[in-house]
């Protein structure tokens, strides 16, 4: 058997059938003796030229073991399956089951958000303390010219 890499570029509107339709590929390899060695959801990225003037597609990779069969069945159900844009396999020397610089670069971005994120809502937080601090000055300040007012009067 065969390794091989698969690239799929999936319509975005159909981002909610992903995981079903990554789990049936897997299963196909599986069923037919081969093995899935790396399996990645990249998630929607931008393309580099319009496909069927679409401008974002939902990314998603595969590094199998498989025979010949297998793979002609895989390119079929590719080929003729609507939701995918586009597909890219590529054989392979040896089996690839550390994660992608695609991944890890998605898994930085995405804890570079959370950060700012938690920022954020620390600094909103932290907004919303210093008002309450200021209404509070606000307040002891209204009741000194309110006491200074009531001395005028009295005298």
Same mark, same amino acid.
């Given at each position: 058997?065969?390794?091989?890499?698969? /690239?799929?570029?999936?319509? $975005?509107? @159909?981002?909610? @059938?992903? $995981?079903?339709?990554?789990?049936?590929? @897997?299963? &196909?390899?599986?069923?037919?003796?081969?093995?899935?060695? =790396?399996?990645?959801?990249?998630? %929607?990225?931008?393309? #580099?030229?319009?496909?069927?003037?679409?401008?974002? #597609?939902?990314? &998603?990779?595969?590094?199998?073991?498989?025979?010949?069969?297998? &793979?002609?069945?895989?390119?079929?159900?590719?080929?003729?399956?609507?939701?995918?844009? =586009?597909?890219?396999? /590529? %054989?392979?020397?040896? #089996?690839?089951?550390? $994660?992608?610089?695609? &991944?890890?670069?998605?898994?930085?971005?995405?804890?570079?958000?959370?950060? =700012?994120?938690?920022?954020?809502?620390?600094?909103?937080?932290?907004?919303?303390?210093?008002?309450?601090?200021?209404?509070? %000055?606000?307040?002891?300040?209204?009741?000194? #010219?309110?006491?200074?007012?009531?001395?005028?009067?009295?005298?």
């Amino acid at each position: 058997m065969r390794h091989y890499e698969i /690239v799929l570029l999936v319509h $975005p509107d @159909q981002s909610e @059938q992903v $995981p079903g339709m990554l789990e049936r590929y @897997q299963s &196909l390899v599986e069923t037919n003796g081969g093995k899935v060695h =790396r399996s990645e959801d990249w998630g %929607r990225l931008q393309l #580099a030229y319009t496909i069927a003037k679409l401008h974002k #597609a939902h990314y &998603l990779m595969l590094n199998i073991e498989c025979d010949a069969a297998t &793979l002609e069945e895989l390119e079929g159900v590719f080929r003729f399956n609507d939701a995918i844009l =586009r597909h890219l396999i /590529v %054989r392979k020397e040896e #089996a690839e089951s550390e $994660p992608s610089i695609m &991944l890890k670069r998605k898994e930085n971005k995405d804890e570079r958000d959370n950060r =700012r994120r938690a920022a954020v809502d620390e600094e909103s937080s932290a907004d919303d303390d210093s008002d309450d601090e200021d209404d509070d %000055r606000d307040d002891a300040e209204d009741g000194d #010219a309110t006491e200074i007012d009531n001395t005028k009067r009295e005298n």
